[in-house]
């Protein structure tokens, strides 16, 4: 399908790539879509970016058939542009497509919006080390009805935002409060799809968290509520005795890029790896007993986050003397530096765009 391209005529004053922050600034241009029953995916455009007109009625305002992805292009010291594990991030919106009764969006067409979209806005990218472009593709359901039901038409968007560090005060331990009232997700639920609904959930749990001076929450299964599942948004890993422990994927944890990613270069330094069920019960007793090495979350917004200190109910457990893990430091740095091309890689993660 070919892609009409429409460049703005008032571009926008670029902000300082030194105090970028995170989804505060967004560039000139917007990739948008539609879809309407019985004629499939059409009319593909590159137009300036604005306000999107909808009907009061549109479905996703009151019933939430929605997706989204993020995913980042990166500029290497040459000057090149970069995306990192960019099929993988379209494969799972397509995943999260199926689970919400949205149309899958073709592969090819996906990777070549993308493509022409941060090509045209390639002056955005930023040039400093630690920034990036963030890219945020997402499907809405636009059918002007109250009811229950799928959507027969649906508007696709990608937007970008040139963005800092996620944590401007750069790789530091974080302070993470175990939830043990509000849940996150359930199996058979939306768990495993990257969806809004995933996302409100979360919300009154983590202002609770930051008004108590946390950084982030760690969330615990529906059921039984004991089993740890996610970080916020971003996948755990736990080192005990040496052992470095993830849950395993299921209808409820969302099948993080970065997850895997660490995964694969884990597993390439010989480094002992479970993903397993592991109980906030299991890290209490490891901790006791000097056994839990480190704890870190993994996830494209922020890489790696170190965790400095849990907090379960009453009891407040420093790890690793609060600073930041030898295995959390060495994914950091060996992800950033494939993502940001200052090294080779042998995963075939790294597409270049020019």
Known sequence: ME????????????????????????????????YEKNKGWQDARIVPYAPLSLDPASMVLHYGQEV?????????????????????????FNVSNERLLIPVIDEELFMNAIKQLVLVDEGWVPQLP????????????????????????????????????????????????????????????????????????????????????????LWLDAIERK???????????FVIDGTIITPPLSESILAGITRDSCLKLLRSWNMPT????????????????????EAFASGTAAVI??????????????????KVGPIAQKLYHSLTAIQWGRTPEDFGWIKKLN
């Not at 740890?228 to 971003?234: C, D, L, P, Q, R």
């Not at 069920?277 to 007793?285: G, L, R």
């Open 305 to 322: 986050s170190s965790v400095g200190e849990l907090t379960y109910r009453d009891k407040t457990m420093p790890i690793g003397e609060n």
């Open 68 to 92: 989204f992805e993020g995913l980042k292009a990166y500029r290497t010291a040459k000057g090149n542009i970069q995306l990192f594990r960019v099929m993988d991030n379209i494969r799972r």
């Open 3 to 34: 892609i009409k391209v429409t460049h703005t005529m008032s571009p926008k004053t670029k902000p300082d790539q030194s105090s970028l922050g995170f989804g505060q600034y967004f560039t000139d241009h917007m990739f948008l879509m539609n």
């Open 227 to 237: 089993y740890i599942e996610e970080v916020g948004t971003s996948n755990v890993f």
């Open 130 to 217: 630690d920034a990036s472009l963030y890219i945020r593709p997402f499907i809405i359901a636009t059918d002007p009805f109250l009811g229950v039901r799928g959507s027969d038409s649906f508007l696709f968007v990608i937007i970008l935002s040139p963005v800092g560090a996620y944590y401007s005060s750069g790789l530091k331990p974080t302070k993470i409060l175990v939830e043990d009232e509000d849940v996150r997700a359930v199996r058979g639920g939306l768990g495993f799809a990257k969806t809004g609904a995933n996302y409100a959930a979360t919300i009154r749990a983590q202002e609770r968290a930051k008004h108590k001076g946390f950084t982030q929450i």
């Open 274 to 293: 479970e993903e397993r069920q592991i109980s906030i019960n299991e890290v209490s007793s490891a901790w006791e007993k000097g056994r839990l090495d």
